[in-house]
Nanobody
Framework: QVQLMESGGGLVQPGGSLTLTCQASESVNAMGWYRQAPEKQRERVAL???????RYADPVKGRFRISRDDAQKTVSLQMNSLKPEDTAVYYCYAEKDQYRLRTVVGHDLFWGQGTQVTVSS
């Protein structure tokens, strides 16, 4: 199965920047980032698909940028203008298409262990 390893989390002051990187053990189709703050549900932050489509959650639009390098099997999340509200555990996420003959019938879902991002003075 696919293994995902995140790196880059840490403590940063409000307004600062941080870049997260996720390394996948094998090629996948969609890759992205979710986050979960204490006492809140896990939410999607950004997602990129094999066809180049990129989706951002409204709270991070204009501040975060997702990019992927399929040759390296990595996806990164550049986070700028960080706010205390961005504090959360960030999880790398990946999907791998499942086929019956040549028809996609579902996806296998994979999660990294998570990396803590804390935005505070």
């Amino acid at each position: 199965q696919v293994q995902l390893m995140e790196s880059g989390g840490g403590l940063v002051q409000p307004g600062g920047s941080l870049t997260l990187t996720c390394q996948a053990s094998e090629s996948v189709n969609a890759m992205g980032w979710y986050r979960q703050a204490p006492e809140k549900q896990r939410e999607r932050v950004a997602l990129t698909t094999s066809d180049g489509s990129i989706r951002y959650a409204d709270p991070v639009k204009g501040r975060f940028r997702i990019s992927r390098d399929d040759a390296q099997k990595t996806v990164s999340l550049q986070m700028n203008s960080l706010k205390p509200e961005d504090t959360a555990v960030y999880y790398c996420y990946a999907e791998k298409d499942q086929y019956r003959l040549r028809t996609v019938v579902g996806h296998d879902l994979f999660w990294g262990q998570g990396t803590q991002v804390t935005v505070s003075s």
